[in-house]
């Protein structure tokens, strides 16, 4: 079991470039979420989805796209990187709604230059 | 305005004592509390989960207490080793439903000195 999977590890963007950061899970949960970690801020939530072809947004979701086309990936796009963006994602994922534990993945270090 | 505080400053601790961790809410009325351990370029890892309606749980070494009247958390990690030594986040629910809307607390680190 893999758990959470996410690629790449680091990456380095110019200003205005658009990439694809992939998570995938192999636990079948229904339940991800892609988060944002700045020093001093805590994990602010970007978006989630609540099972294949359903997704939402959380808290800070401007400059970001998701989809969830399968129940085990869920990507995070970014559309037009800016150096506001540069920040350690996580991944995670859980079997239900509340109440239950959060899966995370490695993290991407990204930094917009 | 909603708010998780935990202590921004780094808990350092002698080998063998007990460390605690203090988390403090304010405008919240969480249905659960979580606390995760995160080490240096790591996901969080889960620890332990604790409900409204409980004042206490323990797995381990580990003693989470959950008091809605103070709207306080504390950790507590009993004969504590280098090994635990990272970072510990809280998270809460501010609602009684939707993993979506767990909130997570900026963390405390902690250091276990030998």
């Known amino acids: 079991n893999a758990g959470v999977t996410q690629t790449p590890k680091f990456q380095v963007l110019k200003t205005g470039q658009s990439m694809t950061l992939q998570c995938a899970q192999d636990m079948n949960h229904e339940y991800m979420s892609w988060y944002r970690q700045d020093p001093g801020m805590g994990l602010r939530l970007i978006h989630y989805s609540v099972g294949a072809g359903i997704t939402d947004q959380g808290e800070v979701p401007n400059g970001y796209n998701v989809s969830r086309s399968t129940t085990e990936d869920f990507p995070l796009r970014l559309l037009s990187a800016a150096p506001s963006q540069t920040s350690v994602y996580f991944c995670a994922s859980s079997t239900s709604q509340g109440y239950t534990e959060a899966f995370f993945g490695q993290g991407t270090r990204l930094t917009v230059v | 305005s909603q708010k998780i505080e935990q202590n921004s400053e780094a808990l350092n601790i002698q080998e063998g004592k007990t460390a605690t961790l203090t988390c403090n809410y304010t405008n919240y009325s969480p249905a659960y509390l979580q606390w995760y351990r995160q080490d240096p370029g790591r996901g969080p890892v889960f620890l332990l989960l604790?409900?409204?309606?409980?004042k206490e749980k323990r797995k381990e070494r580990l003693k989470v207490t959950f008091d809605t009247t103070l709207k306080q958390s504390l950790f507590h990690i009993t004969a504590s080793q280098p090994a635990d030594s990272a970072t510990y986040l809280c998270?809460?629910?501010?609602?009684?439903?939707?993993?979506?809307?767990?909130?997570f607390g900026t963390g405390t680190k902690l250091q276990v000195i030998p």
């Open positions: 604790i409900r409204e309606n409980e």
């Open positions: 998270a809460l629910d501010p609602d009684s439903g939707g993993y979506q809307k767990v909130t």
